[in-house]
């Protein structure tokens, strides 16, 4: 049973950092893409940022140059550093992954491009003064 806890959400001021962390069991989370989704209250869900299993990264426009995805495999955890982080940035944060997808999606960013298998519960990231 593949499974994804997130965590390491909360309050920050605008151009603070938070350290996500998607902490995964059941499976290697090294052998497989791992991909962060965003949602705002009305908005549809969107991904942030992915790394394959191959270790390429890649990330929406808006977050570029301000968040940054790695890999611990020792640890089977793969983290999101989001720094200089602005109020668009606020929703519920949950990362993804599917036993069979190594590389990512190239519409990542779109929640329909790939039905991942496994999802975790999400955690909350507010930006507000």
């Known amino acids: 049973q593949l499974r994804l806890v997130e965590s390491g959400g909360g309050l920050v001021q605008p151009g603070g950092s938070l350290r996500l962390s998607c902490a995964a069991s059941g499976f290697t989370s090294g052998y497989v893409a791992i991909v962060w989704f965003r949602q705002a209250p009305g908005k549809e869900r969107e991904g942030v940022s992915c790394?394959?299993?191959?270790?390429?990264?890649k990330y929406a426009d808006s977050v570029k140059g301000r968040f940054t995805i790695s890999r611990d495999n020792a640890k089977n955890t793969v983290y999101l550093q989001m720094n200089s982080l602005k109020p668009e940035d606020t929703g519920v944060y949950y990362c993804a992954a599917d036993s069979e997808r190594e590389t990512c999606p190239i519409m990542f960013t779109r929640r329909t491009t790939y039905d991942f298998s496994s999802w975790g519960q999400g955690t909350q990231v507010t930006v507000s003064s």
């Open positions: 790394s394959s299993s191959g270790g390429i990264t």
